[in-house]
């Protein structure tokens, strides 16, 4: 596409306006620019991946849609204005609804480890770009008539120009803060490119496969300690293929790889341990690898499609969990919990909330019996959801749990709630 849509946004934090977020971070103002420039591309490229999903992309478009007109024509006016601390409370609530409020605190500290700036001046000015980021992509559905999918695809059609203006390194924080995998797999590929991961991800499966042909039937002529070595060496091989296939592609396929390499391995077993001699078994694999080397020739795609029939037996019947739609369910419970909270100052106004937080009490359940299914090793973003929703809930909780007649109303109810939001923090 002609434009740059970083450039964009930078194009309206400039002059008067950056001086104005430089001036409210304090002692810090000299890190804003640097941290503006680091912070553009990464907010870009966190809505590019939670846009990548149909409820993420429609919750990016109301998002747009609902920001006013003219806030950000107005925003250095606001900021200098006495204004400052509702924009940045406004922005960051924003943010933390488009991208989890567990991947907003990871996005903050990776961001903040990179720029030097405190986390708190590094919220803050998140908070401020916030508006402006979705005011400019708020200009671009207008003026070319976009949708949510054409929002969506808008974004991943920039994903090259929001990758190369991520600073050296910075990619590598996002990574390793895990702000990356909490989001579908297309941010990812805002930093690494989506072509070059899964061109890497064919060629490992491929020669993988490969060495599984040659391994077993060089095997088949050695002995029986000769098949066994070159069956595990196939096996490893394959697995640590999958495992690229996995960095690069769905999240489905990452909680599937430990299923891959058991089925495998209970194959190899069967072929060894049941009799039929180890020429028939070393033949049998040999066409098993050949058979894979065919399947993962063409594209990345083929090859989760390929490893995902591998262990079709062993899955059948399973239904895959979308942890990015439970994470989404998960921040609901806490804006319900928390809007219900909020209205409680008495007795009075406690005994009115009851049909409120028995309604989150119901959502919460609902939430529990899919995070139930996730397995354990996919639970990371949901634990990151639940310790930050609660850190957040629970003062609040506390504080109308001290109201004068309140905690003998509100504890039989908000104790259940706590447990089982506990229990998904871990």
């Keep these: 596409m002609s434009f740059n849509i970083v450039d964009l946004v930078k194009d309206q934090v400039k002059g008067q306006l950056l001086g104005q977020m430089g001036n409210l971070l304090g002692n810090e103002s000299g890190k804003a620019a640097g941290a503006t420039d680091s912070m553009i591309p990464a907010l870009l490229s966190g809505l590019m991946g939670s846009s990548s999903t149909s409820g993420g992309a429609d919750s990016l478009f109301k998002a747009v849609n609902d920001q006013d007109d003219g806030l950000m024509d107005n925003l250095g006016s606001l900021l200098g204005g006495g204004q ?32 030097g700036l405190s986390k708190g001046g590094t919220s803050s000015l998140m908070g401020m770009l916030a508006p402006v980021v979705i ?10 008539g976009l949708n949510a999918g054409g929002l969506a695809s808008m974004l991943m059609d920039q994903k090259s120009n929001i990758g190369g203006a991520l600073p050296a390194g910075l990619g590598d924080q996002l990574n390793a803060s895990g702000f990356l995998s909490s989001l579908s797999g297309a941010a990812g590929s805002a930093v690494s490119g989506a072509t070059d991961a899964a061109g890497s991800a064919v060629s490992g499966v491929a020669d993988a496969a490969g060495s599984a042909v040659s391994g077993v039937t060089d095997a088949a002529g050695s002995a029986v300690s000769g098949v066994t070595n070159a069956a595990g060496s196939a096996v490893s091989g ?9 960095k690069s592609g769905s999240s489905m396929f990452r909680w599937l790889l430990p299923i891959v390499g058991l089925a495998a391995l209970a194959w190899l077993a069967m072929k060894f341990l049941g009799g039929g001699g180890i020429e028939d078994a070393a033949n049998s694999a040999t066409d098993a690898a050949q058979g894979a080397t065919e399947a993962v020739t063409s594209t990345a795609a083929d090859a989760a499609s390929a490893a995902t029939d591998a262990v079709e037996g062993a899955a059948e019947g ?96 908000v104790g259940p709630i706590l447990e089982s939001l506990k229990g998904m923090a871990g």
């Design 84 to 115: 400052a601390s509702s924009v940045i409370d406004n922005g960051n609530s924003l943010l933390g609804g488009l991208l989890g409020t567990g991947g907003l605190g990871k996005l903050a500290g990776a961001l903040a480890g990179f720029s």
């Design 135 to 144: 005011g400019v992509l708020k200009r671009k559905v207008m003026g070319d």
């Design 238 to 246: 394959a697995t640590d293929a999958a495992g690229d296939v996995a």
């Design 318 to 413: 399973m239904e895959l969990p979308d942890v990015g739609g439970i994470g989404d369910s998960l921040t609901g419970v806490f804006g319900s919990a928390t809007e219900a909270f909020s209205g409680i100052t008495d007795a009075e106004s406690a005994t009115a909330a009851i049909p409120a937080l028995e309604g989150v009490g119901s959502q919460l359940t609902e939430v529990g019996g899919l995070f139930d299914k996730v397995p354990e090793a996919a639970r990371g973003p949901l634990n990151s959801i639940a310790t930050d929703g609660l850190g957040k809930l629970q003062p609040i909780i506390d504080k109308v749990l001290a109201l004068p007649g309140v905690g003998s109303i509100l504890e039989p109810i």
